[in-house]
């Protein structure tokens, strides 16, 4: 081979090996980088003793009085649930190391929240708990890895199970028991979800993590983002693609929208072909059904709406969160009124998602609980299960109630995210939404998807004319 050709390939190796992904894009088999070759992301506990992390060369090295190095970056807001997470170790002998999972940062001592992974080998002798051990929940007598030699770390967790493999070996299969083992010494240990934290032990321990992957098994897709307050669909991708998350772009349509005919609604859907985001139509008013034909409708992914819109018992369109448009009354009246016209829209109209559920005007928010008796829910919930129209678990409005989403759940309900964003600041801030499925547990089982092409509402419906 001639100079330049070796010379050629020379630098296509060492570019090969100094590039290092920039985004938390999941590869193929859904697994997201958490660790770029730099601290980005990460934060390490007890200032004095930071020094105990270096990185070399790709490899994250341990070795220094005690500290802990949390992961705090964007990657699905650091907080895992239900997760597969796998990261290289290697330990020098006589030392001691691990990893925790749903845990938080904290400036100093041992993480006080969440569970270690051991890595401790047999020359480390002064703790029996080996290498893969579930820390005091279900510990390995013995190591099945020898020092100075990389292995694969690799933690399952789904629900209260909890799976640990060394090499492909498992080590570790435990359930977490209804009332915590109080054996365990570690009772406030309990599942729940968090971020992760690899361990500096000791001064004379060195441990060695790299290709920290995780992958979660609890996908956040918020479904329900605008291109609002200047918010570019750039930043929406670059925003999605740093949390390893998947959005939704909705474009609203209807009367008293931009966008009130087929026509109208191509720019918006040129804009987002073969972007790495979902085509949505917010559907407006009860009109909607009117302005836009099957064909058309049946481009977007989903189409979603909300009871927000309608012609109220006087005969006057009224939007519920515009008060001077309000007109409550009687309060019974007005609810029964509301829940009427909810579950005609569920059982009407071709959408995909009932958004901003349960949304009360301002003048009676405050009377949220009473106003939505039991007998009011059941009767929303069941028209949505019937026509298998998911339920939005709102950011925004912090709706519906999880008293809601409890009964919905246990209805069979289906449920999305969505942030609804009133611009950039909010995008994306799906807290309450994440909050309310760590409450119900609720799993990837649970969540809406996408209908396939032939099977969108409104293909199989159509509309009502
Ligand atoms: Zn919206």
Redesign the pocket.
Known sequence: MTAKMSLTIWTAVVMLTLVVPAQAQADDQGWISLFDGSFNGWKAAEKENAGTFTIKDGVIIAHGPRCHLFYVGPVHYSDFRDFELKVDVMAEPNSNGGIYFHTQYQDRNWPDKGFEVQACNESYRRDPRKTGSLYRMQDVKESAVKDNEWFTMHVIVQGKHVVVNVNDKKVVDWTEPEKANPLSGMSGRMIDSGTFALQGHDPRSTVYYKNVRVKPLFPIVDY?V?LKGGLTLDEIIKFADERGIKVGV?E?CGVGFPTTNDQALQPFLDKLAGKPVYKAM?AEGREWVTMFSAETIAKFDYVFT?SMTFTDHRGKRTRLWIPAEVEVGDKQAFMEMLVEKTVGILNNEPIDIY??PTFLPAVVAAEYDALWTDVRMDRVIEAAVKNGVAIEINARYKLPSEKFLRKAKAAGAKFSF?T?NGGKNDLGDLAYSRLMAKRLGLTAADMFTPKPDGQKPVQRKGLPR
Do not use: S, Y
């Open positions: 329900h605008h909705a609203n917010q909300d958004v901003n969505g609804n």
